[in-house]
């Protein structure tokens, strides 16, 4: 068994190798690649996405996983070999299902649909992105043809996000949270000037507010030996290995929230990556459980930690040293309340907490939509617009920041939304078993001491890596399932308080 | 014959994107790379490499170029088609001789090498970088024996960075410069005092010099939709595509050269790589002739344009302008001496045109004798700083200014040095050639006007990609041969004039 153990990590080493090639690619071409450089980055793209789905699909490695999967059966389940083997198993099935030319194909239609993205949202002209965007459902659906279903064919592409969720579960969870979130926010936008947050939209020099999102990022325990921070349109997460992690964020003068709260989420991915164990590195536990496990860790940082009334405690007199004039006259209550502000806006990444899930809903029903052929591409506009009046009661003025805000469908991704939901609601629940663990938290925050937090999160969750499912890891570490419940409660008692409901 | 050409560049073009993305991981690791991750970068760049080898040393390429070798002998030796057979048959020949398992090592060893050479450079550290570098040595020997040789080891070397120049050659051409430059460099450090340059060393604030050397590389021709510039400890340049060409220097506040001539040095080897020919992109025509032909480019920028009197005739207002502190009081001829000063100094890269080539002697000489096993790596120090004290006259105070200075060993290669030396050499014979087909060259030069030299060199140099040998490729543009008597006439006029000789 350990010589054939020993095979199979050399062999799935090499592939991570160019799976990873292709993240530093991805991340270059979306910091730093000079326009022009497109075309080429694609086919790079796709060449090294086909190499590496060439390998993992071999039938040397068929063969091994068949064999290992007898000699690792009297292994505990939880070993790092059992469970080598059992989620290679998983995904080895999976993507011997995925034709080479599809993987070839996706590759090159995502990397150019990228940059007809971001042409079309600069000049919020959807036209220009819709052949793309068309191209893209049509690969999708196939591959979902190719993987199979038995529900419905989102479930085929969900799967690959957030292994052994349905799309009936994730819609059931919807709809209780629509339930309870709807009428919160009616309520709230009848209270709305009970909260006022023009202070953050007053001039923040750029330089400073990039210096003082390193320093929150520091405290919170990212480790910039083993990682650093640039620029990008869409803030994002990307590891090279556990002892190189990059985060992005953007900018802007007059938006205080945008950098520092990209900064906030995009740390809280980064310290999942950094805190996987480096024996699992180069194979594929190497990673985040599933993107809702993941979501749930840097929705945990942004809300739970970053818009608390106690790490505001701990920061506002520093940030006052920082902008001493734009904060001239604000107290911390008044900045925690501007910072919590609830207020249906159009842009999912920039939405409160209370408004966020609601931008999910959307997407999630538009993509069933596309997926099913119920609606004309070029219908989506008008569709997108409906939804946004239904549950958010406002009109994008324009597509830029209407339905061209994303960057997944261009990246060739449908399913990928509904995590983005379940990790919120994923991150309440982590975070209230933490607090039961260790109940001094909250004042460890007001103090801005983060590694108590922090190292708890190592050792429930980051330490499995990608060994568990979702649900096994939710399981295993609050001791329940998936549920709404504490999100809303938790959403209830904050604002409530903020809003006086 | 249409049909294998095309499986041909199917494949030549897939290699080529692992090449590229490889080339992309290492530009990444001198630009932005957090310390730590140097060894996963290491595995990764071993993996690519490796990965391209294998893919490029098949059976199946092979037999397609068996086959099309026939079948293109009646096309012009010119043609693209037979061009592409008989380069890639030259390179798979050689590259069937090296064994995987030497790939693999030569790429590991030398990402772990790098590092190690930063960390010793920084603390003027030898024995920390020293057995790095007998790995380095080591491999580099057995590569040679694997290539096969029949005059010095030194020549299956050099034939990887200069096709078909052979070390006896060079040390023909080097012992001619030798007789020439050294006498030179006496009676110009007899008169020392003739050039002050004391202005050079002034306070040049290093954002200003940052834009100074974007606005010269633009006004040479790069063009910054299809490139751009970043600093790394160690200029360079390269390229993932001819429309994504990266280039980078590096600035001091107190050494105004620095920058500014690194980013026209680059700038000028920008150029060949963006106006190498579309059609080629992904086939192994697609790049320079050779690394000589190639530093003949970044030659003739840096010192026959940016090191001329025209040059400055019409940059020096400009950067009057910029520092019109710092230069207050100097005339253009007083600017245009200091910047040509001669004197002997420690580092290469700085290097006065004159005593340049001094400093390449002494590394063909040294990696002669590593290869030869003529010297023990301990005693490197001792002999670095004896042929210093020969050939210039001066002693490096420490390793950091004396062995440790170049990046190339910890890079794996040994044999690339000469090129610069060749290059310098060829440049002089590209641009009379130039000057002797395009007379008003030095005037257009003295108006900003550098569009008739590049297309010059577009024309005569840039178009033919890889297709020739060096030699072919100088025979063709200049009717003559490689030789070092156009070098000496120039410098023997430019230098007699500054110094009164």
Redesign the interface.
């Known amino acids: 068994m350990e010589e054939k153990l020993r095979e199979l990590k050399t062999r799935l080493?090499?592939i991570k190798?160019?799976e990873?090639?292709?993240s530093?690619?991805a991340w270059?071409q979306m910091t730093?690649?000079?326009?022009?450089?497109t075309?080429?980055?694609a086919?790079?793209l796709?060449?090294?996405q086909?190499?590496a789905h060439a390998l993992f699909v071999s039938d040397e490695i068929g063969h091994l996983l068949e064999e290992l999967q007898t000699e690792t059966e009297g292994l505990d389940y939880d070993s790092d070999e059992a469970s080598l083997v059992r989620v290679t198993a998983r995904d080895y099935e999976r993507e011997r299902k995925i034709p080479d030319w599809l993987v070839a194909e996706m590759a090159k239609a995502t990397a150019l649909a990228h940059n007809a993205w971001v042409q079309a949202r600069a000049e919020s002209n959807y036209p220009h992105f819709q052949p793309h965007l068309q191209k893209i459902v049509d690969l999708n659906i196939q591959m979902a043809e190719a993987l199979g279903y038995q529900g419905r064919i989102y479930d085929a592409l969900l799967d690959l996000f957030e292994p052994e969720m349905k799309t009936a579960q994730v819609a059931q969870v919807f709809d209780e949270l629509k339930t309870e979130l709807l009428p919160l926010v009616r309520a709230i936008t009848e209270e709305k000037d009970a909260v006022d947050d023009d202070i953050l939209f007053r001039d923040y020099d750029e330089e400073k507010q990039w210096a003082f999102g390193l320093e929150v990022l520091r405290q919170m325990g990212f480790?910039?030996?083993?990682?650093?921070q640039?620029k990008s349109a869409h803030p994002f997460t990307t590891s090279?290995?556990t002892?190189?992690v990059r985060v992005t964020t953007r900018v802007y003068r007059n938006r205080f929230r945008t950098a520092l709260f990209g900064s906030i989420h995009e740390g809280g991915h980064a310290l999942y990556e950094q805190g996987l164990r480096p024996v699992l590195?180069?194979t594929p536990l190497c990673e985040g459980a599933s993107l809702g496990i993941h979501e749930s860790q840097s929705r945990l940082w942004e809300n739970l930690v970053g818009r608390s009334r106690g790490f505001w405690t701990f920061y506002f007199p520093r940030l006052k040293e920082i902008f001493p004039e734009q904060l001239d006259g604000v107290d911390l209550e008044t900045f925690y309340r501007a910072a919590n502000k609830v207020e249906p806006s159009m842009i999912r990444v920039e939405a409160d907490e209370v408004t966020y899930n609601l931008h999910i809903f959307l997407r999630f029903e538009l993509e069933n939509d596309m997926l099913e052929e119920k609606a004309k591409l070029s219908d989506l506009p008008e569709a997108w617009n409906a939804k946004m009046k239904d549950y958010l009661g406002i009109v994008p003025a324009n597509d830029a920041e209407g339905l061209l805000q994303d960057i997944h469908w261009s990246s060739g991704t449908i399913g990928y939304f509904p995590t983005y939901a379940l990790g919120t609601l994923l991150s309440v629940q982590f975070y209230n078993q933490a607090l039961a663990e260790i109940p001094e938290i909250p004042a460890q925050i007001e103090r801005g001491e983060f590694a108590p937090l922090r190292t708890w999160l190592q050792e429930h969750i980051y330490v499995h890596g990608k060994k568990f499912t979702p649900a096994e890891l939710v399981k295993r570490v609050t001791g329940s399932e998936l549920s709404a419940r504490p999100f809303v409660e938790y959403i209830r008692a904050k604002y409530g308080d903020i809003y006086g409901l």
Chains 1, 2 share one sequence.
């Open positions: 080493g090499e190798d160019i990873t090639a292709a530093v690619l270059d730093y690649m000079p326009p022009a450089g075309a080429a980055r086919e790079q796709a060449t090294l086909k190499t480790d910039f030996e083993r990682g650093r640039d090279f290995s002892n190189d590195e180069r």
